[in-house]
């Protein structure tokens, strides 16, 4: 007498089959895709910020290609000069200036030719603080290598830290040339590329991968031109001012402008100490103070002219999402991270808040537009 199979088993060993096959691919995939992150992963930054400047430009450089016979990769060659002789000549400089300064007073401290004014009696009036700057200042006045060698081995360690910031600043600056140029070819090919993003959107998203490609469009382009670029051109124009204007420590000054400029706080608190300076100094005529201070109020102020150049809407996302994303950038992956922590953050938070009013049970998300 034969037996017959049990159906339930035979289901549970095809099933258990079925699913061991699909865990060994999930698996395979998931080690393939591991691997090819490591090997991707030192050019995640200077790729992802190549993207966001191809997406912010590529309007420009089609402009361009059309006043040039459709010439695509000679627009994208002008661009990439065009970027290099405006951001980077005058970064370079700035940037020049901000190591120039910090290897002074490294050199000043430890050979103690470094000298420290008194300060006034009214220093001792600061609410709470008051009494220990004056403490300090006055020890630092009477007997600054005393009180560098009391702090030792703590200024040993900021002035490793200073010279590595310096450094990374630099190190920043190459990625960003290497950022622009592969920003060009992306543009160059900008066409076939558009067309291949948007086929991946709509194959993870479906329908509404084409809504979600022209949200990230516009978002990319908003933060880059509407809040870093107005950020990073002002920083520059400030810099160059300070440096025609002959103020120390001018590249630290531009740094603490761009990320005022990113932080929406106006300029001019960066400035005001420099044109003070201009007039307490004793180094500068009345007529070269007042020229310079005058130069130094317009830069302050550049920004009233930029933004509305370079956008004409506000960012639909809160300036807290984007000082964050950019401050946590900066600390992940340098100076360059601060540009695209800034532009990641705030599209990850325009898409989250698209997919929570996707829901038809959802309130009203306020975006908290910034002007």
């Known amino acids: 007498m034969s037996t017959l199979p049990d159906p339930d088993a035979e289901f549970e060993r095809r099933a258990s089959t079925l699913l061991l096959d699909v865990l060994i691919r999930a698996a395979l995939v998931l080690a393939l895709a591991m691997l090819c992150y490591q090997v ?71 050979n103690n030719t470094l000298k420290v004014p008194p300060p006034r009696a009214s220093v001792a009036q600061w609410p709470l603080v008051g009494e220990r700057v004056l403490a300090f200042w006055t020890k630092a006045h009477a007997d600054l290598p005393a009180l560098v060698q009391s702090m030792q081995p703590k200024i040993g360690n900021l002035a490793s830290a200073a010279l590595g910031f310096v450094a990374g600043i630099g190190g920043g600056l190459l990625k960003f040339l290497a950022s622009l140029a592969i920003a060009g070819i992306m543009m160059a090919f900008g066409d076939g590329g558009a067309r291949a993003i948007r086929a991946i959107f709509e194959r993870v998203q479906g329908k509404s991968g084409a809504d979600l490609v022209d949200l990230s469009t516009a978002t990319i382009r908003a933060v880059a031109k509407g809040v870093l670029g107005v950020a990073f051109l002002q920083a520059i124009i400030v810099g160059i001012c300070l440096l025609i204007a002959g103020i120390p420590w001018a590249g630290v000054l531009a740094v603490i402008v761009l990320v005022l400029g990113i932080a929406q706080v106006p300029a001019l608190i960066a400035t005001l100490p420099a044109i003070a300076y201009l007039w307490v100094s004793g180094n500068y005529g009345t007529g070269a103070a007042i020229l310079y201070t005058v130069l130094l109020v317009v830069s302050g102020m550049a920004d009233n002219v930029l933004k509305p150049l370079m956008l004409g809407r506000g960012v639909d996302a809160p300036m807290p999402v984007i000082l964050l994303g950019a401050l946590g950038g900066m600390a992940a992956a340098g100076i360059l991270g601060m540009f695209v922590g800034a532009t990641l953050l705030a599209l990850g938070y325009q898409l989250f808040t698209g997919w929570v009013a996707t829901s038809p049970e959802a309130p009203q998300v306020h975006t908290g537009r910034t002007e």
């Open 40 to 110: 991707f992963s030192p050019f995640l930054s200077l790729m992802t910020w190549a993207v966001i400047l191809a997406v912010t430009l590529y309007p420009l450089h089609q402009s361009v290609a059309a006043r040039l016979g459709g010439r695509q990769g000679w627009a994208a060659t002008l661009l990439v000069l065009l970027g290099i002789v405006v951001v980077i000549v005058p970064t370079a400089a700035l940037m020049s200036s901000l190591g120039d300064s910090v290897q002074r007073l490294i050199h000043d401290v430890q």
